[in-house]
Every structure is written in C-alpha cells, then in structure tokens.
C-alpha cells in the first residue's frame, strides 16, 4: 500500500484543495505536485502572484498557507502502478469530514480532478461550497493553461483569496 502526504494547513484555513492521492515523483519527493510538467505551482502562482515556481517548496508551502490555502489529498492509501487516478485500487479515504469540522474558516473545497471530485457526495455534506476544478495534472491535456486557470480563478474569488 502506498501513504499519502500529510496535510498542508493551518486552521484559519479557506479554500482547500483536494487532490486525489500524489503521482509517482510527489510521493518520492514528499512534495505537492512535484511532476514538473503539473499546472498547479503556476496556476496558483498566477493567481496569488507570486513566482511560486522560483521558490523551494518549504516557502511555497508557507506562502499558501499564509494566503489561507491548504492542501490534501480525498485518500489517504491506495495500491497503484505508475501515477494515474485510473490505476488506483484499494483506495482508502482520508477522514474528511473530521478533518473540515477543525477549520472554522473554511469557505470552499476544490477538487483538483475528476477522482479527487468523486468524494463529491462526502464533501458536499461538511458545510463549505464545494466545486470541481480541473485536473492539474500533465495527463489532463485537454483543457488549455488559460482555461484551467480561468476555471481555478472563480474558485480563488469564491474563497477571497484573490
């Protein structure tokens, strides 16, 4: 079985971003999507304007945080070959709803993806907005850069973190 990553939160907390569980190259970095060909640190770098992209992990992290952004994952085990949602099995949730019962602040909860949005049914019963982003992921070539940072913009505004 393979262990996620631990949170990325602080408890003022008001979007968080669900990803479905980290690929081959975050799980062996210990980092958020750490595939260098992943949208995420860019799109998100855009949107906070900060060259994210330029900083070591520990301060981008921090600058999230700090912004009122957190990170997890929707599980928190799973058996899978390579780094595609589609070869997950034996997925085991993290507990979301305990989770999101310790963040007073929290206004939306944003599916990175459309495995991370299968939770859906879970998250839209905790109390925040919830929405489902598009994929981040290199595997999600189908949406261009400016449409998936349209996309991630709303969710941002929704949160006021932009």
């Given amino acids: 079985m393979l ?5 990325v939160i602080r408890q ?6 669900l990803g479905s569980f980290p690929g081959v190259a975050s799980l062996q970095a210990q980092q958020y999507y750490a595939h260098p060909r992943n949208q995420f640190w860019r ?6 304007q900060l060259d994210l992209m330029q900083l070591p992990y520990a301060q ?6 700090a912004r009122g952004l957190g ?3 929707v599980y928190a085990l799973c058996r899978r070959e390579g780094s595609l949602d589609s070869a997950i099995t034996e997925a085991q949730p993290n507990d979301l709803q305990n989770f999101v019962a310790r ?3 929290l ?13 859906m049914r879970i998250t839209r019963s905790l109390g925040p907005e919830v929405r489902r982003l598009p994929s981040t992921s290199p595997a999600n070539a189908s949406w261009s850069l400016e449409r998936k940072r349209a996309a991630w913009r709303e969710a941002f ?5 932009i």
């Fill in 60 to 65: 981008r992290i921090d600058a999230l945080r």
């Fill in 157 to 161: 505004l929704a949160a006021n973190l």
């Fill in 71 to 73: 990170l997890w994952d």
């Fill in 107 to 119: 206004r939306l909860i944003a599916h990175n993806g459309g495995e991370s949005a299968r939770a």
């Fill in 12 to 17: 003022d907390c008001r979007l968080l971003v």
């Fill in 43 to 48: 799109i998100v770098g855009d949107l906070l």
């Fill in 103 to 105: 963040l007073p602040a």
């Fill in 3 to 7: 262990r996620g990553l631990a949170p």
